[in-house]
């Protein structure tokens, strides 16, 4: 790991700044052939540059480290098959976001099913599985099922003892999942919850933080409280343009969605004047 970074000494840089995915790229060519006799090091650093690749939003790069970490974690035994389910859930939500399904739902699956074994059905790795399986069937449209999954991960959370923080992870996945089944003020009172609880302990820059944030402002405009909703997204904006520039995805969703609700209310307001 300090090797990487002697790409930032001014002699060998030679005036040139190195970004944090040239560091990432050079760390990944090290480990094909560094630690060969630690391999419980080398998939541990595989997946935590994968981490990063996703928080840059280099998923094609993240799959590539993630999929090192996992072909090295298959051969763990016992408890360090733990690390090999938390592989698992970061391969599925990759294959989640692009679509495959398919593979997403056999990753979060084999997750599961190593949780179970290892942690119970009482503990809040299993509740995370749930929660990752009901987001397959959110994107399938099976709304009533992923309901049912988030709310069982939130009572098999609250039972195992999780946190406040962890309760209110699983929380924002099952207000979500109500605005889809036109329970906004239900949806409302469960977002609103999780994100004052994840404000507390994350803080307001956090990226789940937002996330929550992003549908609490869709379910303020569905339920038509506009002015609510246009102050949430209006903050919203402004947080992601402070952490990450005017030149990410999520800056620009999040001027989409601004614009494109202004819009629906500005058509609302028309229609309740007539």
């Known amino acids: 790991l300090v090797s990487l970074f002697e790409a930032s000494d001014p002699e060998k840089a030679k005036g040139r700044d190195v970004t944090a995915r040239e560091l990432l790229d050079r760390g990944m060519a090290r480990l094909e ?37 996992l072909r090295i974690r298959r051969a763990v035994t016992g408890a360090d098959r733990l690390n090999l389910a938390e592989t698992l859930k970061e391969l599925g939500h990759i294959e989640a976001d692009r679509g495959n399904l398919e593979q997403a739902d056999a990753e979060y699956r084999e997750a599961l099913v190593i949780r179970r074994q290892l942690t119970g059905e009482n503990s809040v790795k299993f509740a995370d599985s749930l929660t990752n399986l009901g987001r397959i069937q959110w994107i399938r449209g099976q709304f009533q099922e992923a309901e049912k999954l988030f709310r069982e991960a939130v009572t098999v959370a609250a039972r195992a003892g ?111 004047s007539r």
């Open 33 to 69: 052939g560094d630690l060969k006799d630690e391999p419980q090091t080398r998939a541990a650093l595989f997946h935590t540059i994968g981490l990063v690749f996703v928080a840059l939003d280099q998923k094609d790069a993240a799959k590539a480290a993630f999929e090192q970490a």
């Open 162 to 272: 999780a946190s406040e923080d962890d309760i209110a992870r699983l929380q924002s996945a099952l207000g979500s999942v109500l605005l889809q089944q036109d329970k906004s003020e239900a949806g409302i009172e469960i977002l609103t919850q999780s994100l004052q609880k994840l404000q507390r302990t994350r803080g307001p820059e956090n990226n789940l933080v937002l996330f929550v944030m992003n549908n609490l402002g869709a379910a303020l405009n569905q339920a038509g409280r506009y002015e609510e909703a246009e102050r949430i997204e209006r903050e919203l904006l402004g947080t992601r343009r402070k952490i990450l520039g005017n030149n990410h995805y999520d800056v620009a969703l999040a001027l989409y969605n601004l614009s494109n609700r202004s819009e629906e209310r500005r058509v609302g307001k028309e229609c309740r």
